[in-house]
């Protein structure tokens, strides 16, 4: 019996010396050892009393090693040792008792039932080997349950039980084996950081991190680890390795000149609303598209003045007149200037000095008044008469005669028909005197068309002599301008 003892203990220690040249078991641990305290149920059969253990039960010690093939399937070699006395009813001696068995394992922590690598790790097997019973070598067959208690990734405490069938050997033809003890995985088990993850599969071995990322802390928390995470205490995105892009517009906000605000690449991740190329932080004018000269700001008039400072947008002007133009140069911008053709004065509003003598005004304007009431339309039209004609070209030769003066026409009705009407008709025939003399050549800056209806009655509309009077065109010189 001391003899098997010591075959025993040599073959524990030469299976525990072959898995320390392996790397470990399950995945990436492909071995495992376990030392079982074991009892033999001598009673045998499937309907004996399986719980008298001093009655039947005979102490075993018990070595094995497994080998993992996938997550479901381990292969196994065990061996047991045992004196075989109860109950002694059943046997005249005490039989000497030896074992070696092999087997599969179907483990139910295999990512279908219960999570890979779960820490509870039931198991059934079954398996067939050799007995030595009293010098005798007998074949046997087993099947049976157990479970591992995975304490850390390395150890474990096991059960388990097994029903066994010996071949041709009255004495011991059935037995129960029940077993506790404990399981190593053979490897790299050292845990510097203490976190779980002995050091072999451990990516960051000196500093704690979940198993979920291998052993590898992750500061802020955003499933990068802090090795491979260029911004490790910013929650970051792993396009840019970790780093923060807090406006999620594909631009790391290390290199975002608008963190906070979706922009494009070319502006560096700023915005550009009016899509004029200027970031909407430069633009001046950020809803208006603009150009780099004025910061963003239009000039629709081209002449290098903002829209938004030019009082003449549409009209290219000065920087003086904000904007404005000076068509005659008169130092007096046209939207001021009464007389935008002709250099003035600004006492007279940009137009020019009385270009007709004093003494000669009063002869002037009484041709023009005479002028004035001898002209005739068609009835009910602006259409001038040809009986007409000769009395506007005596007008008509006080312009030519007098080039820089300027003069106003007006229209007026009596009060038959509607105003609105009435004031539509005066302003034609107004219009039409007024194109009589441009056809001639006078320039149409020099006259003022003016269409006044029935509002300016000279006599009561009391009388058909009386509108007859109020039915007439007025020219005078036009001496605000």
Same mark, same amino acid.
């Given at each position: &019996?001391?003899?098997?003892?010591?075959?025993?203990?040599?073959f524990? @220690?030469?299976?525990?010396?072959?898995?320390?040249?392996?790397?470990?078991?399950?995945?990436? &641990?492909? /071995?495992?050892?376990?030392? !079982?305290?074991? /009892?033999?149920?001598?009673?045998?059969?499937?309907?004996s009393?399986?719980?008298?253990?001093?009655?039947? /039960?005979?102490?075993?010690?018990?070595?094995?090693?497994?080998?993992?093939?996938?997550?479901s399937l381990?292969?196994?070699?065990?061996?047991? @040792?045992a004196? @075989?006395?109860?109950?002694?009813?059943?046997?005249?001696k005490?039989?000497?008792f030896?074992?070696?068995?092999l087997?599969a394992?179907?483990?139910?922590?295999?990512?279908?039932?219960?999570?890979?690598?779960? /820490?509870?790790?039931?198991?059934?097997?079954v398996?067939a080997g050799?007995n030595?019973?009293?010098?005798?070598n007998?074949?046997?067959?087993?099947?049976?349950l157990?479970?591992?208690?995975?304490?850390k990734?390395?150890?474990?405490?096991?059960a388990?039980? *097994?029903?066994?069938?010996?071949?041709?050997?009255?004495?011991?033809?059935?037995y129960?084996?029940?077993?506790i003890?404990i399981k190593?995985r053979?490897?790299?088990?050292?845990?510097t950081d203490g976190?779980?993850?002995?050091?072999?599969?451990?990516e960051c071995?000196?500093? #704690?991190?979940?198993?979920?990322?291998?052993?590898?802390?992750?500061?802020?928390?955003?499933?990068i680890?802090?090795?491979?995470?260029?911004?490790?205490?910013?929650?970051?995105?792993p396009? +840019?390795?970790g780093?923060?892009?807090?406006?999620?517009?594909?631009?790391?906000?290390s290199?975002?000149?608008?963190?906070? =605000? $979706?922009?494009?690449?070319?502006l560096?991740?700023?915005?550009?609303a009016d899509?004029?190329?200027?970031?909407?932080? !430069?633009?001046?004018?950020?809803?208006?598209?603009?150009i780099?000269? %004025?910061?963003?700001?239009?000039?629709?008039? *081209?002449?290098?003045?903002?829209?938004?400072d030019? %009082?003449?947008?549409?009209? #290219?002007g %000065?920087?003086?007149?904000?904007?404005?133009?000076?068509?005659?140069?008169?130092?007096i911008?046209?939207?001021?200037?009464?007389?935008? &053709?002709q250099k003035?004065?600004r006492?007279r !509003?940009?137009?020019?000095?009385?270009?007709?003598?004093?003494e000669?005004? #009063?002869?002037v304007?009484?041709v023009?008044?005479?002028?004035?009431? $001898? @002209?005739q339309?068609?009835?009910?039209?602006?259409?001038i008469?040809?009986e *007409?004609?000769?009395e506007?070209?005596?007008?008509?030769?006080? &312009?030519?005669?007098?080039? !820089?003066?300027?003069?106003i026409?007006?229209?007026?009705?009596?009060? =038959?028909?509607?105003p609105?009407r009435n004031?539509?008709?005066?302003?034609e025939?107004?219009?039409?005197?007024?194109?009589y +003399?441009? *056809?001639?050549?006078?320039?149409?800056?020099?006259?003022?068309?003016?269409?006044?209806?029935?509002?300016r009655?000279?006599?009561?509309?009391?009388?058909?002599a009386?509108?007859?009077?109020n039915? $007439?065109?007025?020219?005078?010189?036009?001496?605000d301008?």
């Open positions: &019996m001391m003899k098997k003892i010591l075959l025993l203990t040599i524990g @220690i030469g299976l525990v010396n072959l898995t320390m040249q392996v790397q470990a078991q399950n995945r990436e &641990m492909p /071995w495992a050892v376990g030392f !079982n305290f074991a /009892w033999i149920d001598a009673q045998g059969g499937i309907k009393p399986m719980f008298k253990r001093k009655d039947n /039960w005979n102490q075993a010690a018990q070595i094995s090693v497994a080998k993992f093939i996938n997550p381990n292969v196994y070699a065990s061996t047991a @040792i004196e @075989i006395s109860k109950p002694n009813t059943r046997f005249d005490n039989i000497s030896f074992n070696l068995d087997g394992q179907y483990h139910a922590a295999n990512g279908y039932l219960l999570k890979e690598n779960h /820490w509870f790790d039931p198991f059934i097997f398996g050799v030595t019973l009293r010098s005798q007998k074949f046997f067959y087993n099947g049976g157990g479970v591992n208690f995975w304490v990734d390395f150890f474990a405490i096991t388990q039980t *097994s029903y066994n069938g010996v071949n041709n050997f009255k004495d011991l033809d059935r129960w084996n029940h077993a003890g190593f053979i490897g790299d088990v050292f845990d976190d779980g993850i002995i050091d072999k599969f451990d071995p000196e500093v #704690k991190g979940p198993e979920a990322l291998k052993g590898c802390p992750d500061t802020d928390s955003d499933g680890v802090d090795k491979d995470d260029a911004c490790p205490d910013k929650f970051g995105v396009e +840019f390795k780093c923060p892009d807090t406006d999620s517009d594909g631009i790391a906000d290199e975002d000149e608008c963190p906070e =605000v $979706r922009g494009t690449p070319a560096k991740g700023c915005p550009d899509n004029d190329g200027i970031a909407d932080k !430069n633009d001046q004018c950020p809803f208006q598209k603009g780099p000269e %004025l910061k963003g700001c239009p000039d629709t008039d *081209s002449d290098g003045i903002a829209d938004k030019d %009082l003449c947008p549409t009209q #290219k %000065l920087a003086e007149f904000k904007g404005c133009p000076d068509t005659d140069g008169d130092g911008p046209d939207h001021e200037d009464q007389c935008p &053709m003035g004065t006492a !509003n940009g137009c020019p000095e009385p270009v007709i003598p004093k000669k005004e #009063k002869e304007e009484d023009l008044s005479k002028v004035a009431h $001898r @002209i339309f068609e009835t009910g039209s602006a259409k008469t040809q *007409s004609y000769p506007l070209d005596k007008a008509l030769s006080i &312009m030519r005669q007098y080039p !820089n003066a300027k003069f026409i007006e229209g007026h009705t009596d009060d =038959v028909g509607t609105e004031k539509v008709l005066s302003q025939r107004a219009d039409a005197v007024k194109a +003399f441009v *056809s001639k050549g006078i320039e149409e800056s020099r006259l003022r068309a003016i269409g006044y209806g029935q509002d009655p000279v006599v009561p509309n009391n009388s058909e009386n509108r007859a009077i039915r $007439r065109v007025e020219m005078f010189l036009d001496k301008r």
